[in-house]
């Protein structure tokens, strides 16, 4: 079994690459929505949930653990490493700045992510430990997030967001030629993204990546599932009908309200 957790339904994005990858294994998913938002908590309280989500996925049989939040892999990472240490933890920030590294030819890369995960620095640190001459400009987007959970993922609304955010970041900083969608929300903005910041600029999505990321540490390990159905079970930690709903636009499939299971941290 497969452990990933986010703060709620935006890490679903992260497990349909999961699923993409990997489509023999078992995933349970912990989507902690009764606390929702961790990007604008602390770095404190944000370890703090991160641990407990741990907890309660280290009560199956995992093989490793995922965490699909940027912000929890940005501040928590270690902590929850430490909590875990039979298994492998791996976070959306390290893949996600390997990718970034690689598709920059101007070494000039812009993260959005959360205010959380900005403050953290962990996307810059992980860059510029890779390609130390980086100049990476980060930016809160936090209006994304809300658009993406309205379904507001096209259109005017969302290209002018995306634009009030990207515009003075692709203006002022020069010579920018990859951005890094850091948050687990923003894939679903895609187009609208594109649309703000025209064609010639990379854009990595760190939910992919990991996932590839993912594939390669289990077969490395030689612990991938060799064949068969996998499988995905959902759990949440408030309103399994919303998260059935919202959840079911970033997963692109279906959720039957009884397949999330609700469950207390
Ligand atoms: N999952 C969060 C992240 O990727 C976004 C939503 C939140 O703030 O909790 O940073």
């Known amino acids: 079994m497969i452990g990933v957790f986010d703060s709620g339904v ?7 690459s999961l699923v ?11 989507g902690d929505t009764a606390r929702l938002p961790y990007g604008t908590k602390s770095a404190q309280t944000v370890v703090r949930y991160a641990l407990q989500a741990t907890e309660a996925l280290a009560a199956f049989r ?24 039979s298994v492998p933890v791996i976070g959306v920030i390290e893949p996600g700045a390997e990718a970034a590294c690689a598709a920059s030819s101007s070494g000039h890369i812009a993260v959005i992510a959360t205010e959380g995960t900005v403050r953290g620095g962990a996307y810059q640190q992980a860059i510029r430990r890779r390609r130390p001459a980086a100049q990476v400009t980060a930016v809160p987007a936090p209006l994304l997030v809300a658009l993406a959970e309205e379904g507001l993922c096209e259109g005017p609304i969302a290209e002018a967001v995306a634009h ?22 923003f894939p679903m903005l895609g187009r609208a993204i594109r649309a703000a910041v025209g064609s010639g600029i990379g854009i990595v999505d760190s939910a992919q990546t990991t996932a590839r990321h993912v594939r390669r540490a289990l077969v490395q390990a030689g612990i991938a599932a060799a064949a068969g159905e996998g499988g995905v079970r959902l759990l949440a930690t408030d309103a399994p009908q919303r998260f059935a709903r919202i959840g079911a636009r970033f997963l692109q499939r279906p959720i039957a309200p009884e397949e999330v299971q609700l469950i207390d941290l």
């Open 10 to 16: 935006g890490g679903l994005t992260v497990l349909r």
């Open 20 to 30: 993409a990858e990997l489509p023999a294994e078992q995933f349970v998913y912990l």
């Open 62 to 85: 995992l093989k490793c653990l995922v965490i699909a939040c940027n912000t929890a892999s940005a501040v928590a990472l270690p902590a929850v490493g430490e909590r875990i240490a």
């Open 164 to 185: 009030h955010y990207l515009d003075p970041l692709f203006a002022t900083a020069g010579r920018i030629d990859t951005l890094v969608l850091g948050c687990t929300h």
